[in-house]
């Protein structure tokens, strides 16, 4: 892997070493961003979007009644499609918390937190909470002229503020989920904007906090930046609030990036439940999406947005399903594994792990698959899904290519036998 080692020895611990370490060789997780408003059913943003007064959102948090929730059945599932972490939303842009605090009444009178925690753990996840910074129901957060408070263009809302009230109660959040909640792995903030970063939230008193009271957890970079902008954290001497890993949004960094980073994807147009958006991404595409960020050193954390009665929908059920019968056979392929030393192949992509190379076959040929190592370095290649023995040979017509070895897949047609993508390990000699 190659990223910056300057950004963790200015002020990480041996503790998050061995952690963003863990992290990397995780490369699979599960995102969920649920809330109340999931009873509208119009995304997450959907107070912002439709610039919706206060008295019109309240009532959902009355009716907030997820009967059908199981948090047990969430991660039997995200265990079986091979996620190795879970991050869940605590608090999202509307305020509305998801965990016990002593901070509001603006909350569930259930634990969801909690529960979620519990269950995740129970199933050997890692476990991480994301907190939102902003907070569109506390009357000493920005409302006018903001441009993402749902009052922006309310001019009742043109007047000061104590913005200090704000920062005192969001940091006592954020201590109350690091202190009550037992061991945390992840810490997903979300997300500075226009002059609203880094000093503004105090970041400085949120790092120290985590770094106290969980000094194994890693934390993402948005104190500093957002899905767009990473912040100091690719900088030559990054900042103290810099974050452990990089967060892109829905999009993979063309080359990769740096530092660790985990592209952050959902499964449809939404993170928050919508209950017409219907437009899922396929099994294959996000199979394809992983494979993809595992090639440039990256990680992938897939979204998956709980409608109000507490259930995931069955579109996001259906593609866990099929993508746990990928991952069952070609997880080597992905755990522990990063960027190649080879460069993309024009059929498909690499990835490796210390002498094995896993070949990423994405695209059908009438030929035989070139791959650029000279067959005396090759130890062994094999089918990954079933691990049967493919001959190491080179066909009569490229003999004039010595640098290269040409894997023949299927001797009976021109089909790969995965048509997701069919994975070849190759094991090189020591």
């Known amino acids: ?32 961003h649920w809330g109340i408003y999931s009873i509208p059913a119009r995304g997450e943003w959907v107070r912002s979007n439709e610039e919706m007064k206060e008295e019109d959102y309240i009532p959902f948090a009355n009716e907030f009644d997820p009967d059908l929730f199981d948090p047990h059945q969430w991660a039997k599932l995200a ?14 842009h509307d305020g509305y918390c998801m965990f016990d605090t002593k901070t509001t009444d603006w909350k569930t009178n259930r634990d969801y937190v909690r529960e979620f925690l519990d269950a995740f753990r129970e199933e050997g996840l890692k476990v991480g909470l ?24 309310n001019v009742k809302y043109d007047k000061p503020i104590c913005f200090s009230n704000y920062l005192n109660y969001m940091h006592t959040q954020i201590k109350e ?11 997903w903030f979300d997300f500075s904007y226009d002059n609203m970063t880094k000093d ?35 900088d030559a001497h990054p900042s103290f609030t810099s974050g452990d890993f990089t967060s892109p949004e829905q999009m993979i960094p063309p080359q990769g990036l740096p530092v660790p980073w985990e592209a952050c994807i959902t499964m449809n ?34 979204n998956v947005g709980p409608n109000a009665r507490g259930q995931f929908p069955k579109e996001s059920i259906h593609v866990l399903n099929k993508i746990r019968e990928w991952m069952k056979l070609n997880e080597a392929s992905i755990y522990g594994c990063t960027k190649c030393e080879l460069e993309k192949p024009e059929w498909g992509r690499y990835t490796q792990k210390e002498n094995k190379i896993y070949a990423h076959i994405l695209d059908e040929s009438i030929f035989d698959i070139p791959v650029k190592i000279r067959k005396e ?25 010595p640098d290269y070895t040409f894997i023949h897949i299927d001797s009976n047609s021109h089909q790969c036998p995965d048509p997701i993508n069919t994975v070849i390990e190759i094991t090189l000699k020591d």
């Not at 990480?12 to 997780?29: P, V």
């Open 269 to 302: 147009e939404h993170w928050g439940y919508c209950a017409k958006d219907t437009n899922y991404k396929s099994a294959k595409l996000i199979i394809r999406t992983l494979v993809e960020c595992v090639s440039k050193g990256g990680n992938m954390i897939l």
């Open 200 to 234: 503004v939230w105090d970041a400085h008193k949120i790092v120290t906090m985590a770094r106290t009271y969980q000094p194994d957890m890693i934390i993402d970079n948005r104190l500093e930046g957002d899905g767009v902008h990473p912040g100091t954290i690719m």
């Open 79 to 92: 265990k079986k499609a091979g996620m190795k972490y879970a991050v869940m939303t605590a608090k999202h």
């Open 1 to 32: 892997m190659h990223f910056k080692q300057n950004s963790y020895k200015n002020h990480f611990s041996k503790g998050d070493l061995m952690n963003i370490t863990e992290f990397q060789k995780s490369r699979f997780g599960l995102f969920i």
């Open 177 to 187: 989920l690091l202190t009550n909640y037992g061991k945390l792995d992840i810490m």
């Open 377 to 401: 370095k090759i130890q062994d290649i094999r089918r990954l899904s079933d691990h049967s023995q493919i001959k190491i040979q080179t066909p009569w017509n490229a003999e004039s290519f």
């Open 130 to 153: 994301y907190y939102s910074l902003l907070d569109w129901h506390h009357p000493d957060y920005p409302h006018y002229k903001d441009r993402h408070h749902p009052e922006r263009n």
